[in-house]
């Protein structure tokens, strides 16, 4: 049954020590604690828990400890019980000393915010009228400020009617260059045309003189040489 039992307890004895130590840390995190009293309470509830299943642990590890079957492990592991409760308790003194730490701390600081906010508003009393001089500068300076978006505005206006006429002025352009360009190809069809007319009249004067020539031949021919 020792056997059987030899990795639960090793498991518990684990789990025992995880708890031990994330205790530890939270401790530490409520000594280092700067508030507010709220940020106080959560992490207490989260040490509480840690606590609570540490010490379910250690009744478990107990328990197991009664039913070891050897004296002698029944012993060892009632004494690692005992250390544990004594750790626990250490733990948990030293929770308390952490809280009270912090609470001082705490209303320490909560007493500096009222004497600082006591000297804020002494301050506040005494520089009203350089708060509103102030006031009176920012709002000139805002104005200045207006009067020179109204005017960008105005130019940005005058830039997009520029730009408009522009547009306007480049498809005008764009329409008359399209209007030519049609004018250009009826043109070049026309030069195509013409220049195919005057090759097929060359050709045809180049026949009717060669037609010419051999009709003079022949008359020649038939007055010369009759007898051919």
């Known amino acids: 049954m020792a056997a059987a039992a030899c990795v639960p307890v090793r498991v518990c004895h684990q789990e025992i020590v995880r708890f031990d130590l994330e205790i530890k840390a939270a401790v530490q995190d409520i000594r280092d604690c700067p508030g507010p009293l ?23 590890l107990e328990q197991m400890a009664k039913e070891q079957d050897k004296e002698s492990e029944k012993q060892a592991l009632l004494r690692e019980v005992e250390n544990h409760k004594k750790q626990m308790l250490s733990n948990q003194a030293a929770w308390r000393k952490a809280n009270l730490a912090c609470k001082i701390a705490i209303d320490n600081a909560e007493k500096d915010q009222l004497l600082q906010g006591r000297d804020s508003l002494r301050q506040r009393k005494t520089t009203k009228e350089s708060l509103a001089e102030s006031a009176s500068n920012i709002t000139e300076s805002l104005m200045g400020i207006s009067r020179m978006m109204s005017q960008q505005v105005q130019q940005s206006e005058e830039t997009v009617q520029t730009l408009a006429n522009s547009s306007r002025t480049i498809l005008e352009a764009n329409e008359e260059f399209k209007s030519m360009s049609g004018t250009i190809q009826l043109g070049r069809k026309l030069i195509t045309k013409y220049n195919r007319r005057e090759l097929t009249d060359k050709l045809l004067i180049f026949l009717a003189l060669a037609l010419f020539l051999a009709t003079v031949l022949y008359i020649l021919k038939k007055r010369l040489f009759p007898f051919l």
Request: no cysteine.
């Open 38 to 60: 709220s940020a106080l309470t959560e992490l207490n509830a989260a040490v509480k828990e840690k606590f609570r299943h540490l010490r379910g642990r250690i009744q478990e």
